[in-house]
């Protein structure tokens, strides 16, 4: 006997059994995709040299030097690249009516992390935020399969 209820991971049979597709949509896969895109940006805002230092000496030699934010920042730095990844992630973290609730705060959150820090290193998240903004299009559960008569 099939339990029905408006989340597919509730639809338990009376065993406890979950399914094998219970925790895989469209959705969810998105929403992955998403929080391994924030992670790339983060890795990639923290470790690709993003600092230049010109200096001059009174003979008139020019030096440049060029650093990560990790090297320009230290540690702190990695805190604040991973609130975003963080956030992207908080989805992937509920299920049921908390899952539906952090699917659509998770982008919204982003955004605003993207829209504060546009000129810095909101930048390198923009691909996350496009992708999980992507991800609120796609229905909450899959569709039904046509039952055969």
Avoid: H
Avoid at 43 to 66: C, I, K, M, N, W
Avoid at 88 to 105: D, E, M, Q, T, Y
Wanted: with cysteine; hydrophobic share 55%; glycine share 10%.
């Amino acid at each position: 006997m099939l339990l029905s209820s408006s989340f597919p991971e509730r639809n338990l049979k009376k065993e406890g059994d979950m399914g094998a597709g219970y925790l895989v949509n469209g959705r969810r896969i998105l929403q992955l995709a998403s929080a391994a895109l924030a992670a790339g940006g983060a890795l990639t805002a923290a470790l690709v040299p993003g600092f230049v230092t010109v200096s001059a000496d009174s003979a008139g030699r020019q030096g440049t030097e060029t650093r990560t934010l990790l090297e320009a920042m230290g540690a702190v730095s990695l805190l604040i690249v991973l609130v975003p990844v963080l956030v992207a992630c908080l989805p992937l973290l509920f299920r049921g009516r908390a899952w539906a609730v952090s699917s659509v705060v998770a982008p919204l959150l982003l955004a605003l992390w993207v829209g504060i820090g546009i000129t810095t290193l909101g930048m390198f998240f923009v691909p996350a935020l496009v992708v999980s903004v992507l991800s609120l299009f796609f229905p909450l559960r899959a569709r039904a399969a046509p039952r055969a008569a």
